[in-house]
């Protein structure tokens, strides 16, 4: 064993112009926690806001100033600066910044935002009542949506087998926290959270179950060592790589909503608010797949041939599940949240390329999903019968003749999820789907058919939502809030990238294919 | 001031980003003019007509001094590429946006603007009344930009941008009155006849891909010697098929006659000057392709035959003065497709000849049109008769192109198309004999029936109607004048271009040098017939329609002229051939698609949607079974994978 031990103690460098980003975001956050402290309730919301996007604002400025010059190994190898890391950072700031446009939407009527006034009272008990009644919010979000950001960009760029479990910890707990904080349905929304942590906490421990396993195995929960271990461990420790790979792959394919670890999924997305779900399934996604990449591309590649099988299981799984599961659902959320299932899935297709194109074509669908999504989810809290948000689909009829304006960006939103060419959603598929077939052999050809076919099932259960809102009669009272500016300038932002990115998709492509190539 | 000229143009020459230059801006003045009139609205009703009058010129100007700069430089230099930016860039494919200026393409560019100007200027007077005036001139600059970019494109994907931009314009300015439903269907024809056309040359830019690997014209050039000649005739083929429906030649000539109901300015410029005549200008652009596939080369000289005869002869039968003069339209661009199939012995005379006849037919054209501007938009020439004596220049004018499209010397048309004539009596074998003939009898019957065209509306007894009663009065100056411009270019331009090889030399670094050949009857006993032929037909007609009474209701006649007023029965015979069988395609394909698409769909969906309630039944809610289901999934892809390894 003493082998094993450092003879004497170095001080690991550290390069903090690579790392500024994710210090800026943990900065903002700190401050954000003391505003809560101290700020007058009258103005808290809006400092937070305005914090909240100064802070992304900033650590996207340092990242682009910055840290692309910058890149490489730090902190003893902790944290690895690289192309792909710096791709997906950058984009979970554009989708975040997204997001907080999203979350801080207030509109005009009292109580008609997403989060509840008081998260610590019961709900329906008078304390809660006395918050509603002196029109209290939750500005907490702001700064714990940061600590989130700050563990999705740790995420994707962690070196070692325990940063990444950090990283998972940071990003997830707050999350949790998050979900239980809707203002409507709030009962349904705190069973949400728990079985959020629940679970959550479950495939943690597999995570780190299969960490100690690699420990084991390697020596080092490096990265770089585990990728070194794999051609020269001896014998009597093979037994150990294979439950180890698989069950800290099960950690990060939980966050990704992978079947058979996706049943959290409808559940936490119908009972989160609107906006958090949007960023969740927008950001956690990304970040979730960076770490994949990150582990797959430089941990394990050399092993690929012993688990390659049973992720494309698992891939295939997700698709088929998710895509047949949204052919019955009700309601707009579950239906939103099985087609993220399934998108998860044609995503790890594009993982299992190992080339150098699965690599961007990855980082482009995700980038692609997840503008599209948070803008779906920002319609999702527009809708409204009464105060509450139309959650069934079957409220959504006759939207198209009510408020043709905003059942046409969800229908366009839809088209991008169904894949339709000159969508991004189109590109991302065949940026994903390509480099698998050329790259990936029988196996991956299969995936790509099984994909296609999925992707015409979910096709039909989005272009119902479309006939639904434009060839049916209206029921009830449904109508479509007025957005403020912010909620409008976030939506608009993604629709445009959506399109953007489908009728323009060369400069990202390209951008993405210049950041493909991971250092190890 | 010509040696001024050309010492700017020598200057301006050492900077050679001179003359591509003023490439992308030809296109970008009328394209603004277009943008400006229509996204402008309302507040640019007042200056608009005149502002899109203005663009038009100040392309023309442009392209003035483009011309200038090239025709100051050596032959074999005359030819710039400019690349204006990455259009396409698709891995091992890379297509750039670029414009090629060179001898050919400058050559319509003068014509499209010159003709064009006129014609907006034309358009100032005629359309002065009408209350869409805005649109109608930010139409017809959309249609100068489109056409320019047509010609002045390096690829056949960017020609195809401009080929489908002057279809739209075509289409927008034929439907410009849609308000009478018969035109809005006129139009609909137009653009559905075009769209056969379109769907050939896109899939001649496909294979051309396929086969080359590239779509530009240098590149195409270039792999023509290492292409099979399988696939050079099928591009050559179906970019004829491109051509038919953009020229309106057999057997998709059908939509020309029907387009005459936009403005008489748009069937002057567009339906008659140049966008029809954008078929040839393919042809002559594929050169290459063509001789590498001396099949597909013969069908152009056979579908220019038949249409040249087919227009000559419906031409005879029509009353409607536009509707006779689309018939020559038809009939005379039948003249350049078949000099396009010759082979390098006609590129130079179907272009020289395209030259002249936009000068000629926009010329008469534009006076139709200003004879229907007099006589209260009547077409019919059995009530018109005798206006010669009350509109003197639109007599005058429109004369010097009837001269000209007669071929009678010194006028423009006899040194283009006895020169077409001549070089169709070139060759060995059956060719020169049909092919000759055919040029030769249409020379004749063309004589007869614009002749006839010229005497009923001009001489003779008047027969105008009683209700409205006619007036008839000369058009205003900003009418009169394009047609005197017109007609001067009709009467001196071939005379100045044709005799001193000016022209076949300067087209000759696009089109290649040929040797001369000498036809299979001597020159000037084919000069001869052809006069005489010509003196005949136009002496029938003066016998017939200026002599004798002209009848105001049309004589039955016999078959012939019966099934030439019906277009010789090409709409019956397009209905009974495509229609047809299409309707009674698309009646099976709904039913299949109910009874057995439909039904495995249904099927399917149904087996989905059982599957997925199933499935659902594991959404149980409980986090204790959702662990249960990790745990499951865990170990069975775990144990699986112990298994296979």
Not at chain 2, 368 to 396: C, E, N, P
Request: glycine residues 10%; hydrophobic residues 55%.
């Amino acid at each position: 064993m003493t082998t094993l031990l450092p003879t004497a103690f170095t001080v690991a460098e550290i390069n903090y112009w690579a790392i500024l980003p994710v210090l800026i975001v943990f900065g903002g956050a700190l401050i954000g926690v003391l505003v809560d402290a101290f700020a007058p309730r009258s103005s808290r919301h809006s400092i937070q806001v305005a914090l909240a996007l100064l802070t992304i604002a900033a650590s996207f400025g340092a990242l682009v100033w910055k840290a692309v010059d910058n890149k490489g190994a730090t902190l003893d190898g902790a944290m690895i600066i690289d192309g792909p890391a710096l791709f997906m950072q950058g984009s979970v700031l554009l989708l975040s910044f997204l997001s907080v446009l999203l979350m801080a939407e207030k509109f005009s009527s009292a109580g008609a935002d997403a989060f509840t006034p008081m998260g610590a009272a019961v709900p329906g008990s008078p304390l809660e009542a006395a918050a509603t009644r002196a029109g209290w919010g939750t500005s907490e979000v702001f700064p714990l949506a940061l600590f989130s950001v700050a563990g999705m960009m740790i995420f994707p760029a962690a070196g070692d087998l325990l940063v990444m479990f950090v990283a998972l910890e940071v990003l997830s707990l707050p999350l949790y926290l998050l979900t239980g904080l809707a203002r409507r349905r709030r009962l349904l929304s705190q069973e949400a959270a728990l079985k959020y942590f629940l679970l959550g906490s479950f495939s943690s421990a597999f995570f780190l179950f299969g960490s100690a396993l690699l420990f084991g195995y390697a020596g080092s929960v490096k990265f770089s060592a585990l990728s070194q271990a794999i051609t020269t461990a001896p014998a009597d420790v093979e037994g150990l790589l294979l439950p180890g790979v698989l069950l800290v792959l099960v950690g990060l394919l939980f966050k990704v909503g992978a079947v058979p670890f996706h049943q959290w999924t409808p559940d936490v997305y119908q009972g989160a608010p609107s906006p958090i779900t949007g960023f969740m399934a927008a950001c956690t996604k990304l970040a979730a797949f960076g770490a994949i990449l990150r582990l797959a591309y430089t941990g394990i590649d050399a092993d690929r041939w012993d688990w390659r099988m049973g992720v494309a299981a698992i891939a295939a799984l997700t698709m088929i599940v998710g895509s047949v599961l949204s052919v019955t659902q009700t309601d707009i959320k579950r239906l939103l949240a099985y087609s993220s299932v399934a998108h998860a899935g044609f995503i790890l297709v594009g993982v299992l390329a190992f080339d150098a194109t699965g690599v961007s074509g990855v980082m482009f669908y995700v980038l692609a999903y997840g503008l599209a999504t948070i803008a779906a989810f920002g319609i999702v809290a527009l809708v409204r019968e009464g105060s509450a948000e139309a959650s069934h689909i079957a409220q959504w009829s006759g939207l198209g003749k009510r408020h043709p304006v905003v059942a046409g960006i969800f229908a366009l939103l839809l088209l991008t999820f169904a894949g339709i060419p000159l969508t991004s959603g189109f590109t991302a598929k065949f940026a994903a789907f390509a480099p698998a077939i050329a790259h990936g052999g029988t196996t991956l050809a299969v995936l790509v058919v099984i994909g296609v076919l999925c992707s015409l099932v979910t096709a039909f259960v989005y272009v119902r939502v479309i006939v639904l809102m434009y060839f049916s009669e209206a029921q009830g009272e449904v109508r479509a809030l007025n957005p403020s500016v912010l909620t409008t300038v976030g939506l608009a932002v993604a629709v445009i990238l959506t399109v953007a990115l489908g009728v323009f998709p060369a400069p990202v492509l390209d951008l993405a294919n210049q950041a493909s190539q991971f250092i190890r | 001031m010509s040696t001024l000229l050309t010492q700017i143009a020598m200057e301006s020459t050492t900077s050679s980003d001179a003359v591509s230059m003023a490439g992308w801006l030809l296109i970008a003045l009328p394209l603004a003019g277009a943008a400006i009139l229509l996204l402008g609205g309302k507040a640019t009703n007042s200056f608009g007509p005149a502002m899109a009058t203005g663009l038009s010129w100040a392309s023309f100007g442009l392209g003035v001094v483009a011309l200038l700069q090239l025709a100051a430089v050596d032959p074999e230099q005359r030819s710039t590429h400019q690349v204006l930016f990455d259009w396409i860039p698709a891995g091992a494919f890379n297509l750039q946006a670029g414009l090629q200026i060179d001898t050919l393409s400058i050559s319509f560019v003068m014509l499209i603007t010159f003709v064009g100007s006129l014609i907006h200027v034309y358009s100032l007077g005629y359309m002065s009344h009408d209350p869409d005036k805005r649109r109608f001139f930010a139409y017809l600059n959309l249609f100068v930009a489109s056409m320019l970019l047509l010609v002045l494109a390096d690829s056949y994907l960017l020609l195809f941008v401009g080929w489908e931009g002057v279809g739209l314009a075509s289409y927008l300015l034929i439907g410009f009155w849609n308000h009478n439903p018969a035109y809005a269907t006129a139009a609909n024809k137009a653009f559905w006849v075009n769209r056969v056309g379109d769907i050939g040359l896109a899939l001649a830019i496909s294979l051309m891909f396929a086969t080359f690997g590239a779509v530009d014209f240098a590149s195409v050039d270039a792999g023509v010697g290492g292409a099979s000649s399988a696939a050079l005739t099928a591009i050559g083929l179906l970019l004829l098929l491109g051509a038919c429906g953009k020229s309106a030649q057999f057997p998709l000539q059908s939509w020309l006659g029907d387009a005459m109901a936009g403005p008489t300015p748009v069937s002057a410029l567009i339906h008659a000057a140049t966008m029809v005549t954008a078929g040839v200008y393919l042809v002559v652009r594929s050169h290459a392709i063509f001789e590498g596939a001396p099949n597909a080369q013969l069908a152009v000289a056979v579908v220019g035959a038949i249409t040249l005869t087919y227009g000559a002869i419906v031409g005879c039968a029509k009353d409607d003065i536009k509707k006779a003069l689309a018939a020559s339209t038809m009939s005379q661009i039948g003249y350049m497709m078949l000099a396009a199939g010759l082979g390098p012995i006609g590129y130079a005379f179907a272009i020289f000849h395209l030259i002249t006849h936009g000068f000629f037919k926009a010329g008469m054209f534009l006076g139709a049109g200003s004879v229907m501007h007099g006589m209260h938009d009547q077409v019919d020439m059995r009530r018109f008769g005798d206006l010669g004596k009350y509109m003197k220049i639109t007599w005058i004018t429109f004369g010097l192109g009837w001269l000209a499209i007669l071929g009678v010397p010194p006028f423009s048309g006899f040194w283009s198309k006895d020169k077409i004539i001549e070089a169709a009596f070139v060759g060995e074998g059956w060719r020169p004999w049909v092919f000759g003939l055919a040029a030769l009898l249409g020379a004749g019957v063309t004589a007869f029936y614009m002749s006839r065209l010229f005497f009923m509306t001009f001489h003779g007894k008047a027969r105008w109607t009683d209700d409205p009663p006619q007036h008839p009065h000369e058009s205003p100056l900003t009418m009169t004048v394009p047609m005197m411009v017109l007609a001067v270019g009709s009467a001196a331009l071939g005379l100045i271009l044709g005799p001193t090889n000016i022209f076949s030399n300067w087209l000759e670094p696009v089109t290649g040098h040929h040797e001369h050949h000498e036809p299979v009857i001597a020159v000037p006993v084919l000069m001869a017939a052809t006069l005489i032929l010509v003196a005949l037909g136009a002496g029938l007609a003066w016998v017939r329609y200026g002599r004798d009474e002209v009848p105001v209701n049309a004589p039955a006649g016999n078959a012939l002229t019966q099934a030439a007023r019906k277009d010789l029965y090409q709409d019956d015979l397009n209905e009974a051939i495509f229609m047809w069988p299409g309707i009674k395609l698309v009646r099976s394909v709904i039913w299949t698609d109910n009874e057995l698409v439909d039904g495995g769909a249904m099927g399917l969906g149904k087996l989905t949607g059982a599957a997925s309630t199933r499935l659902r039944r594991l959404q149980n809610g409980y986090a204790r079974s959702y662990a249960l289901t990790m745990l499951a999934g865990v170990v069975t892809v775990l144990g699986a994978l112990w298994v296979m390894n």
